[in-house]
């Protein structure tokens, strides 16, 4: 995923936690900030971690706010990545597919949830997306499961995970096993985040846990200038960079890194 995809992708996501207060309004010099980032990061499960990651690569200078102590649902899950397009895995594994195989047969299965646009764009990039996470210390395995089953024992990490054998779905696209199960034993989704968790220590990303993200500062407009934090500190955006931070009450300002204003990074 490319920084410039990133920023696209999150650009209409409004608020960080389902019980975020009502944004509050200020004058952005009546503000008074505390420190300085380019990009802050509110969550550090997969998705969070993976933006961090990206942002970092990309240039950034990140900060990560997590409410509680990291993981997510990423870390509990049963740590199942659906991709295919001919991973490394499914050529180990004998299973011919490509990405416009992976992509009639999610057409079929998603049913418009997602324009054919997005779903192109994640059938295309499955191999990169795959490629990315095991560069970032993620473990998989050649292992293809011979059957058909809701979660494969500790023997297999490739298998079918949805409809692919099934009509009317293999009428319409080679069936082909997409779902690649991080290599762990029991529930495999640890052996996801805790790699990236890693490769954020590796790099110079702070991540401050038990900092609950609780509200928008917005100006008149509803221009979002910072978020407040419990406590005191404030965030604010570099000009010619990205997000300026100041933690407590944190202010986040949304900055232009993709040609696009954000208004939010990541939840």
């Known amino acids: 995923m490319t920084f410039k995809r990133f920023f696209q992708w999150t650009k209409s ?19 008074q900030w505390h420190q300085s980032t380019d990009v802050i990061v509110t969550g550090f499960g997969g ?16 900060m990560v706010l997590e409410r509680y102590n990291g993981g997510g649902s990423t870390a509990i899950s049963g740590g199942v990545v659906y991709t295919g397009g001919g991973t490394e895995i499914q050529k180990q594994c004998g299973v011919e597919d490509d990405p416009d195989n992976m992509y009639q047969y999610l057409q ?9 646009e997005t779903l192109r764009d994640f059938c295309e990039k499955g191999v990169s997306n795959f490629d990315w996470l095991r560069e970032n210390g993620v473990p998989f395995k050649d292992s293809l499961c011979p059957y058909k089953t809701s979660y494969p024992n500790d023997s297999y990490y490739l ?67 910072g978020i407040t934090k419990n406590g005191s500190l ?11 931070i100041n933690v407590g009450e944190i202010h986040l300002r949304p900055v232009d890194l993709s040609e696009k204003s954000t208004k939010l990074v990541a939840k």
């Open 47 to 62: 998705a969070g971690v993976s933006a961090a990651l990206e942002a970092y690569d990309n240039g950034a200078d990140v």
């Open 159 to 225: 298998y079918y995970s949805g409809n692919e054998v099934f009509p009317p779905y293999n009428e319409k696209a080679s069936p082909a096993p997409r779902g690649h199960r991080a290599h762990s034993k029991g529930m495999s989704g640890a052996a996801i985040f805790e790699p990236l968790r890693k490769a954020c220590q590796r790099r110079d990303i702070k991540v401050r846990t038990q900092s609950k993200v609780e509200q928008l500062i917005t100006d008149k407009d509803g221009q979002v200038l």
């Open 13 to 31: 996501i409004d608020s960080c936690e389902a019980d975020i207060r009502p944004a509050l309004k200020a004058d952005e010099k009546d503000v």
């Open 234 to 244: 404030r965030l604010r955006d570099r000009e010619d960079v990205g997000y300026n």
């Open 108 to 116: 079929k299965e998603v049913k418009g949830a997602v324009s054919d």
